[in-house]
């Protein structure tokens, strides 16, 4: 049975972690080689890497920056979703459920997988609209991805949130140990992932890793998270002048830029083992509250009206962290974010601006037509 994953498409990615890639240092790191094995005629054997839910905000432009590192054909993309004309001709594409235990399996022994990326996942909001297909894919899919990545002694990687915590959680900071127990089935599934991976860890000694990103801003349309609020103002900012906030002005989020979330997972992918004192880390680079958001928007769209009418997401909103503690990834393996708010805003505006307006006043001009 199939399960459908309610996740944008991903259009753009700024040019230039495409065109070059910077691991931050700590002095106890040693940059790895862009490969897992070693095979005994001393050549360098790249990592396969299947990625899961790769269609999506993380998907799309993640395969993009490992395929750069590791050839297109090291890097097998999979969604439920209709890929793009774009998706097909960059690489590897293949249909796959996560809820098929046997499909996957056949996908991962075909393919030789080393390395295997879980990004399928219901986010926040969605999630609390569907609460049965949340459990299904974000609880039994990471269910089926875990034990294949068990049985075949792969790298797994997968993705955590600030929706891992919760109202008793300390907000200010909220550091990488603590009390998390979150009330969205989001949360709570990305917790179970956690301490699933970390038992599979300990029990079996699989590869496990997993980094708690904050809301992730790129110029992919909104899909449904809470933190969407950040990436909706500059789509409809820049076409209307106009945004209507389901916010409170002064609810302070954690949020990290897509060339940091994905530079953030290259180096933590590429850490030796040894370096890393635990399986999951949290990673962020910002704080700001919606009110300091559209403040520096204003100095690049002085006309743009912002009104507020909080709904439902404010409440999720306010059990979440408001500044995110990073401090054990930086000590452990040298993680650097490079974007503040106000870098943030420039590249948002100028990569909305040049890969959505252009596309969408072509559909108001056939729409006349």
């Keep these: 049975m199939l399960c459908k994953k309610i996740i944008p498409f991903s259009y753009c990615f700024t040019k230039s972690v495409r065109r070059s890639f910077h ?16 095979n005994t005629n001393n050549t360098v054997k790249p990592p396969r890497i299947l990625i899961t839910g790769g269609l999506g905000q993380l998907g799309t432009e993640c395969a993009k920056l490992l395929r750069r590192n590791y050839g297109n054909e090291n890097v097998i993309l999979t969604d439920i979703i209709k890929p793009t004309k774009e998706s097909l001709e960059n690489g590897p594409f293949i249909f796959a ?60 990687f997968i993705p955590s949130t600030i929706g891992a915590f919760g109202p008793d959680s300390p907000r200010n900071p909220t550091p990488n140990i603590t009390v998390q127990r979150p009330r969205t089935i989001y949360g709570v599934s990305k917790v179970h992932a956690e301490l699933l991976g970390e038992y599979y860890h300990h029990r079996f000694g699989l590869d496990f890793r997993c980094l708690r990103f904050p809301g992730v801003i790129s110029c992919d349309p909104p899909g449904g998270g809470t933190t969407d609020y950040a990436v909706a103002v500059f789509h409809e900012g820049l076409l209307n002048k106009r945004y209507e906030c389901y916010l409170e002005p002064h609810t302070r989020l954690p949020m990290i830029y897509i060339e940091d979330c994905l530079s953030a997972l290259f180096q933590f992918l590429n850490t030796p083992d040894e370096l890393l004192r635990r399986r999951v880390y949290n990673v962020t680079a910002m704080s700001f509250t919606p009110e300091e958001l559209f403040s520096e928007l204003f100095k690049h769209i002085p006309d743009l009206k912002i009104t507020y009418k909080p709904d439902k997401r404010q409440y999720i909103a306010e059990n979440w962290p408001q500044v995110f503690d990073d401090s054990e990834a930086r000590r452990d393996w040298g993680w650097r974010h490079k974007y503040d708010l106000e870098r943030l805003v420039k590249s948002m505006v100028r990569d909305v601006s040049i890969n959505f307006l252009p596309k969408h006043r072509l559909k108001e001009v056939n729409s006349y037509v």
């Design 23 to 38: 691991v931050s240092g700590n002095p106890n790191y040693e940059k790895p080689d862009s490969a897992k094995c070693v």
């Design 97 to 156: 459920d996560i809820l098929d235990f046997k499909g996957l399996q056949k996908i991962v022994v075909d393919y030789r997988i080393d390395w295997l990326i879980h990004f399928s996942a219901l986010l926040s909001a969605v999630g609390e609209q569907n609460v049965p297909l949340a459990v299904r894919v974000n609880i039994e899919g990471m269910h089926n991805v875990i034990e294949l990545a068990k049985q075949y002694k792969l790298r797994i």
